[in-house]
């Protein structure tokens, strides 16, 4: 199995920044029982509950409460897990640009969640940091 880059030159050079269509939130659960796997995009169990990633559609559908709304931004090089600098690098310059960030790292992707309202400013930033 390819196990990705790790040059951070290469890494930030080819990153290529895509926005996923959506809406997306961050829901609590202790049960993923009623919930179709197909629907999580993501999900990190936690002492004090699951955290879901969802589709806004998803959660209203479940009647699942979230105060965040985000977008989804993934960047489409494949990164190393043992990559070091990239997070650091892209929160930096999203940071300037005072956009939070809330980062997942898969094993092929790094996938980067902003509030919907900076969707396209982010992007615009990570584009920039590319070259």
């Known amino acids: 199995m390819p196990t990705g880059e790790t040059n951070l030159n290469t890494l930030l050079k080819n990153m290529t920044p895509v926005l996923n ?3 997306y939130v961050y829901c609590t659960t202790t049960s993923t029982n009623n919930i179709n796997l197909k629907d999580i995009i993501a999900f990190f169990k936690e002492e004090e509950a699951i955290t879901l990633i969802l589709k806004k559609e998803t959660a209203d559908k479940l009647s699942l409460e979230y105060s965040y709304i985000a977008a989804w931004i993934t960047l489409t090089i494949h990164s190393s897990l043992e990559a070091t600098g990239l997070t650091a690098a892209f929160a930096t310059a999203l940071a300037k640009e005072n956009i ?15 509030a919907k309202k900076d969707a396209e400013k982010a992007m615009a930033a990570l584009r920039a940091l590319a070259g």
């Open 100 to 114: 939070s960030c809330n980062v997942v790292a898969a094993y092929y992707h790094d996938h980067i969640f902003v």
């Open 21 to 23: 269509p959506g809406d």
